[in-house]
């Protein structure tokens, strides 16, 4: 089966900087749209990055963009998530996220065009 597992969450204060990791196994992670999702306490799971196989476009949410940088590095198997400059409004559970089929992703926004879902992992951003 296929699996993702996120890591490098923790706790920063605001300003600070932390790297994100999903690393894939059961799936080539250069082959398929892969994204960011985050959720904070009481709100709806948001899409925040997403990164295509084929065009090798990066697709941000306005609430990131300039901040946080997708990326991947095959021969690891391994998707990063840099996040730079964190705000205490980024606090949340970050997802890593798997589309099933090889075409580019559809923006960042619908979690509907993944199937592989990590298990979420901590940020906390202090002020």
């Known amino acids: 089966q296929v699996q993702l597992v996120e890591s490098g969450g923790g706790s920063v204060q605001a300003g600070g900087s932390l790297r994100l990791s999903c690393t894939a196994s059961?799936?080539?992670?250069?082959?398929?749209?892969m994204g960011w999702f985050r959720q904070a306490p009481g709100k709806d799971r948001e899409g925040i990055a997403a990164?295509?196989?084929?065009?090798?476009?990066?697709d941000y949410a306005d609430a990131v963009k300039s901040r946080f940088t997708i990326s991947q590095r095959n021969d690891e198997n391994t998707m990063y998530l840099q996040m730079d400059s964190l705000k205490p409004e980024d606090t949340g559970t970050y997802y890593c996220?798997?589309?099933?089929?090889?075409?580019?992703?559809?923006?960042?926004?619908?979690?509907?065009?993944?199937?592989?879902w990590g298990q979420g992992i901590p940020v906390t951003v202090s002020p």
């Open positions: 996220a798997a589309a099933r089929y090889s075409w580019d992703c559809t923006g960042v926004g619908d979690p509907g065009q993944y199937r592989y």
């Open positions: 059961g799936y080539n992670t250069s082959d398929h749209c």
């Open positions: 990164i295509s196989p084929n065009s090798g476009r990066a």
